[in-house]
């Protein structure tokens, strides 16, 4: 997008996402069954030796948000006479009293020669979070989120993308070689591959070869900043500053995998060891369900483009697509000819395919699976609080009536009938973008995101929501969840 398009689009805005209501267990989200369940993993298991399988991790996202409560402390003791407000008082006294409770504390006493403790007992707090959070200690401040510790065995301290591995391993491997792709920031791709090595030795005695890559984010999907007035915004140095397109850019990267079966989970959403085995299993009923959704597609889409279809074929097609993969068949489509019918059939089956694992609503911010509205066609999105407008009372009331939440448990298949990769941009909603607020020093700026990888990216795939249960959705977005009883292993 040129520059004049991007001010264009500042001024212009995005429409809101028109939400017609949450979908639920029987409308848009599938409930499986126990003996469902069972059949599906089997069928995956048995699949898994015959197929290409990767995870795909977006791991570009610094740190700093995770320590956002230190970093107030780190700048509140950097003071000549620093004065703590109420709150920073308790996030002092929480920190102190729960500091063993952290899997990156004993890094930080062998960085502090000290125990945090003792340190405490002097006063001296400004050292305990300079050391934590600055380069010249842990550097937590600074660095991507994947290569903070989340769990500690004993001796063996994993990071967030570390333990990415340990999963993977349950799911993944595929004719002995264990594939996955993370995209990092360039300048950290040293660190990256300094946890790999150590990540590989933790665990080649599972009898796996890991094929590990990176992916980093194009640097032409950045997008420029504008004014509240929509001028463009220019650096230190004079030029136009350029800011990260959001995960949506990522569609790229993700493009560049051409695999049968693709994972794509968040860099923070890990557990300990204990709680693998529902996460595994859970991994392979969406997998075993995507394998079997795509046996039906390429059955149907192969018959339609030949042309070819029986009157009982084509009703097993509609049934299909009304009852398994919840399509909303537009209401003139019954007044089609046959031909018509057929080729607006094979158009609403030639695409992409996601099974998406939604868990019930447990008020963690984010998005949710929505019936949406655009046009003439109404379709199963994943939504954002910011593509809805909440000033309408009832499209909030759409969106605080939602049962269930987006974890990212997405399992994608890429390939057509015939096994060519699909071209992901021919499937993007190009008006389902951002414009957010950010501050840049004392000033207010405008952002430009490009539709959301698993948003408006995907808008044009095929859709299936899945209930999986919570225990499979363990997020790590401020440092205080590493206390919760999923990541305290001993």
């Not at 107030?72 to 004065?83: K, Q, V, Y």
């Not at 859709?463 to 363990?474: A, G, I």
Request: charged share 25%; net charge negative.
């Amino acid at each position: 997008m040129d520059i004049q398009k991007q001010i264009e689009r500042f001024k212009k805005g995005y429409p809101f996402r028109v939400l017609l209501r949450p979908a639920t267990v029987g409308d848009g989200i599938r409930k499986l069954e126990e003996h469902e369940s069972r059949a599906l993993q089997g069928q995956y298991e048995d699949s898994l030796p015959e197929i290409n399988v990767c995870k795909f991790v977006p791991a570009s996202g610094a740190a700093s948000r995770m320590f956002r409560d230190f970093s107030t402390l780190r700048e509140t003791f950097s003071s000549d006479e620093p004065a703590l407000s109420l709150e920073e008082k308790k996030t002092l006294e929480k920190f102190l009293s729960n500091a063993a409770g952290f899997p990156f504390t004993e890094l930080l006493e062998q960085k502090l020669g000290e125990r945090v403790e003792k340190i405490a007992s002097s006063g001296n707090f400004g050292l305990i979070f300079d050391t934590l959070l600055g380069t010249d200690g842990l550097g937590y401040g600074n660095i991507p989120k994947g290569l903070v510790p989340f769990h500690s065995y004993g001796a063996q301290l994993r990071t967030a993308f570390c333990e990415h591995f340990r999963e993977a391993l349950g799911y993944i491997s595929s004719r002995g070689t264990l594939s996955m792709n993370f995209t990092i920031p360039p300048v950290f791709t040293e660190e990256f591959a300094k946890e790999e090595k150590k990540a590989v030795s933790f665990f080649s005695s599972e009898g796996i070869s890991f094929d590990v890559t990176y992916s980093v984010q194009n640097p032409e999907t950045d997008t420029i900043a504008v004014t509240m007035d929509n001028a463009p915004v220019k650096d230190a140095d004079g030029f136009l500053l350029r800011r990260p397109a959001g995960h949506g850019a990522l569609l790229k990267n993700l493009d560049e995998l051409c695999y049968d079966c693709i994972f794509i989970k968040n860099i923070d959403n890990v557990a300990k060891d204990a709680l693998l085995p529902d996460t595994v299993k859970w991994k392979k009923i969406l997998g075993g369900l995507l394998l079997s959704i795509q046996r039906k597609v390429f059955r149907y889409a192969e018959a339609l483009s030949s042309q070819w279809v029986s009157e009982s074929l084509e009703r097993e097609i509609i049934s299909f697509c009304r009852e398994e993969v919840f399509m909303d068949l537009p209401r003139e489509f019954s007044g089609l000819s046959g031909a018509d019918r057929r080729n607006y059939l094979l158009n609403a089956l030639e695409r992409p395919v996601r099974v998406c694992g939604v868990v019930k609503n447990m008020g963690e911010p984010g998005g949710g699976p929505f019936w949406v509205e655009r046009g003439e066609e109404k379709s199963l999105q994943i939504v954002e609080s910011a593509e809805v407008d909440h000033n309408s009372s009832s499209q909030r009331h759409i969106w605080e009536s939602s049962t269930h939440f987006n974890p990212v448990d997405i399992i994608c298949g890429v390939k057509n009938f015939n096994g060519n990769k699909f071209n992901l941009s021919d499937f993007v909603d190009s008006e389902a973008g951002i414009i957010t607020e950010k501050t840049l020093g004392a000033m207010k700026i405008k952002a430009l995101e490009l539709p959301g990888l698993w948003n408006g990216s995907m808008s044009g795939w095929i859709t299936v929501f899945v209930e999986v249960p919570s225990t499979t959705f363990n997020p790590v977005k401020t440092v205080w969840d590493l206390l919760k009883e999923p990541h305290q292993v001993n």
